[in-house]
């Protein structure tokens, strides 16, 4: 089955089970788009012929409840794409409501118009879970919400919208993590509305199983002097997609969008970024970094929008990639799209092996080749992390580095 006849039976499942006034619109809204080829531009390294099934099944499969190291002392979970109301515990200041997609706008989905995927999560969703920080909150702990996958061969379609009011402060942490050789599929969605002066982080860590799909999308729309610093790690999933959209929408607002990729063995990861500069004095920064082992390939696509009236804004943009094998592969796109004349922006991409160089200056202080390449390799994603800007969730993105990716990929070189 090609991709147009799969999103033709797509369309043709979706029917039976859409009945939500957001369900139908955002089912309407795929028929118009259908599921990407590699012949649109967004999609351009990225075939999802083999890892889509032929038919969109949601996930009816009771969960099972494992323990997953978490970042700070509250959690909320997710199992099988189900909000698990028992599991979950969060600071009694934080506002959860499980409401059902009958009762939702769909004006508070727009990001669906953009996005394949958030609209076959649009079309599938029955609940969305919506978390408010109330106004001038500072929450004393970060929250992790865990999403957990042990199912096979259907769409787990969880989506979180969460609203930070005025001069609100919070730290979020998203982990998603299944069981390795289970074939399935997490379409998520994660939407932030950040109203005046409100600050926030956003960290997505994605240990997906080795044989699953995973796509994402994370959107942010920002007020008056609100901070959104987002990073988005991916060492997991056979294929997965993290779609980004900022837009600053207010003056004074800052964004900080970094992110890090971590693969082996075949993985592919895809990571497309747009932040929209609509309001003038508006600043952001954005660093992802990618280090690929064996014949995994990392795809990054950074689009900068800076619109006619967003005069005086700053704005910059780096891709780094280490290439650990000579059959590795990563393709990067940084782009800068500016109406403004009065902006200062920078955007640069570099992709290469270690530094003989570096390898040489540390060898020569009586390292051994085989320590040097690890304290590298270290060195480049400890750079990355550092952005988050928090201690406790540097600390525990670190352990879930070393622990999914560092560990083996140091095995595997004393083996060599």
């Not at 698990?84 to 409501?97: A, G």
């Not at 920080?133 to 379609?157: C, G, M, Q, R, Y």
């Not at 270690?354 to 009586?366: C, I, N, P, V, W």
């Not at 879930?400 to 560990?407: A, P």
Request: glycine share 6%.
């Amino acid at each position: 089955m090609n991709i147009e006849e799969t999103s033709k039976q797509y369309i043709e499942d979706l029917q039976a089970v859409a009945g939500s006034t957001l369900q139908i619109e955002a089912l309407e809204l795929f028929k118009k788009r259908g599921l990407p080829t590699t012949k649109q531009e967004d999609w351009l390294y990225t075939k999802l012929s083999d890892v889509l099934p032929s038919k969109f099944e949601i996930c009816n499969q009771p969960g099972e409840l494992e323990n997953v190291k978490v970042a700070g002392k509250y959690q909320i979970v997710f199992v099988n794409g189900v909000y698990n109301q028992e599991e979950s515990f969060f600071p009694e200041d934080l506002i959860i409501e499980n409401t059902s997609a009958n009762d939702i706008d769909s004006k508070d989905c727009i990001d669906d118009e953009k996005d394949t995927f958030a609209m076959l999560n649009g079309a599938a969703t029955t609940k969305i879970l919506n978390i408010t920080v109330p106004k001038n909150v500072i929450l004393d702990d970060v929250v992790s919400i865990v999403h957990l996958s042990n199912f096979e061969n259907s769409f787990a379609t969880p989506r979180v919208h969460i609203t930070c009011e005025r001069f609100s402060n919070s730290n979020f942490v998203e982990i998603f993590k299944g069981r390795d050789g289970l074939k399935y599929n997490n379409l998520s969605v994660t939407n932030f509305k950040l109203e005046d002066g409100a600050i926030t982080t956003h960290t997505k860590v994605q240990t997906e199983g080795n044989s699953a799909f995973h796509f994402s999308s994370v959107n942010a729309e920002m007020a008056k002097d609100s901070s959104f610093n987002s990073f988005t790690f991916t060492t997991g999933a056979k294929k997965s997609r993290n779609n980004i959209d900022v837009r600053l929408k207010g003056t004074g607002a800052t964004a900080s969008v970094d992110g890090l990729y971590a693969l082996r063995g075949a993985q592919h990861c895809d990571n497309f970024s747009l932040i929209e500069h609509i309001e003038a004095h508006t600043e952001s920064s954005q660093l992802f970094k990618g280090i690929l082992d064996d014949s995994s390939r990392g795809v990054f696509t950074g689009k900068v929008l800076i619109c006619r009236d967003a005069q005086k804004v700053n704005s910059e943009q780096l891709n780094k990639n280490l290439l650990l094998s000579k059959k590795a592969h990563a393709d990067t796109r940084p782009q800068l799209e500016v109406y403004a004349d009065d902006v200062k922006c920078a955007h640069g991409a570099t992709v290469g092996q270690m530094s003989d160089e570096e390898a040489f200056y540390l060898m020569s202080r009586g390292l051994s080749r085989d320590r040097v390449q690890k304290l590298l390799i270290h060195a480049f994603c400890a750079d990355a992390i550092s952005k988050i800007g928090n201690d406790q969730i540097e600390k525990f993105l670190s352990e879930v580095l070393f622990e999914s990716f560092e560990k083996d990929t140091f095995k595997h070189m004393e083996e060599v």
